[in-house]
């Protein structure tokens, strides 16, 4: 069975005393994160062969460990004698979970011409390949979330809005449109907008990140 595995070190997984030494010959044991209930790890990426609760680093204090991407690990390294070295806890395959987060992202994909921005919408891709398209924003008072907008096709994507300020547009706070370049590949215009919750400028949308094009 192919299990959600993800490598820790690249290509192999090097621990170390406190006294900055290879952690010869060590044993890595691996617990769920906050408890002392083994959980095991693996040596292969497809997770058919698994370590059990407990990886023995070789002489240079390596191993090869693929862990659970789904999951917290606590780790405690103890020596060769079985004294304890250290203790990690809540253990997670960071660069698998941004991922996954990406991935699991709300929100629309490929929208068209005129598309409103959606309340459960986070990031939103835009398929401008049939022509112009505008993606109209919704009142600043009825999301506290920001929004992203990805340009995944060949054409300007205009997104309208009460007002888009920035220091990027040099302190013209009056924009009402922004224009998101057209897409090429591997590049795609990203813009991530942040509603102003501030109640003495209660319609504006802030530019968070991003920003690839020109006002209008």
Do not use: C
């Not at 960071?94 to 068209?112: C, M, N, P, R």
């Amino acid at each position: 069975m192919i299990l959600p595995l993800g490598l820790l070190g690249a290509p192999k997984l090097q621990l170390f005393t406190d006294a900055g030494e290879p952690a010869a010959f060590h044993t890595l044991y691996t617990y769920i994160a906050g408890l002392d209930t083994p959980l095991e790890t693996f040596s292969d990426s497809q997770g058919t062969t698994s370590n059990g609760g407990s990886v023995e680093l070789d002489e240079a204090g390596r191993a090869t460990i693929y862990v659970l991407n789904d999951i917290g690990y606590k780790f405690v390294l103890r020596d060769a004698d079985g004294a304890e070295v250290w203790t990690q806890d809540n253990v997670l395959n960071t660069g698998a979970y941004f991922a996954a987060q990406l991935i699991s992202t709300a929100g629309s994909k490929d929208v068209g011409d005129n598309y409103v921005i959606q309340p459960e919408d986070m990031l939103v891709t835009v398929d401008s390949s049939a022509g112009a398209v505008t993606i109209i924003l919704p009142e600043v008072s009825s999301r506290t979330l920001p929004i992203t907008i990805k340009n995944m096709g060949a054409n300007v994507v205009t997104i309208a809005a009460d007002t888009v300020a920035e220091d990027f547009f040099e302190g013209d706070d009056s924009l009402v449109e922004f224009d998101l370049e057209a897409a090429s590949s591997p590049l795609f215009p990203t813009i991530t907008l942040q509603p102003e919750t501030d109640s003495d400028e209660p319609h504006t949308w802030w530019v968070r990140s991003g920003a690839s094009g020109q006002g209008a």
